[in-house]
């Protein structure tokens, strides 16, 4: 076993550890399929959120404290990259994770609007960005490594979703 391999496999022993839970044999794999996600994209804001509840509440997430935010360009101010979280407080003031422990915490998801145009990266953006706030609201992980994020998309049942999602990006 490589470097790389004893790492991803690390992280899987921590999840295990942190979220039993979700370490079953008949635990949801979700797919990008109507099944799963049955609903319309006529209008995508609407889906988007419906997405964003439905992952939430798998995750055990409360999607009250969760807004999605879409923007047309990227937004220099308010955000330090493209897609990323952010920890709000009531008043919109923006903050960062060492207010983490306030009891008034909203998180902002925030994503380039042109993602609309292609359902199945939407719903792997949520995926992946709920998956990081899960394990930033646990608090025992190191959130630097990306590979970590990957590993707990898998293991919080949203492998697949990231796999065809990104096999779709690379014929565009």
């Not at 909203?106 to 199945?120: C, G, H, K, P």
Request: glycine share 2%; hydrophobic share 35%.
């Amino acid at each position: 076993m490589n470097k790389e391999e004893k790492q991803k496999n690390s992280y899987l022993n921590q999840l295990k550890a942190e979220f039993p839970e979700f370490d079953t044999e008949d635990k949801k794999i979700f797919e990008l399929t109507e099944t799963d996600f049955p609903f319309s994209w006529k209008d995508p804001l609407k889906a988007a959120d419906n997405v964003l509840k439905m992952l939430a509440r798998h995750m055990s997430l409360n999607h009250k404290r969760i807004e999605l935010m879409f923007y047309e360009q990227y937004p220099e101010d308010d955000v330090e990259n493209p897609s990323s979280i952010f920890l709000r407080f009531k008043n919109e003031k923006k903050s960062t994770l060492t207010d983490y422990q306030s009891p008034v915490k909203r998180y902002s998801l925030n994503f380039n609007a042109s993602v609309f145009e292609y359902a199945d990266w939407v719903i792997a953006a949520i995926a992946h960005e709920l998956c990081y706030l899960k394990l930033l609201e646990n608090g025992n992980f190191d959130l630097t490594d990306e590979k970590l994020i990957e590993v707990a998309t898998i293991y919080f049942g949203f492998g697949k979703i990231q796999l065809v999602s990104y096999e779709n990006y690379k014929k565009k």
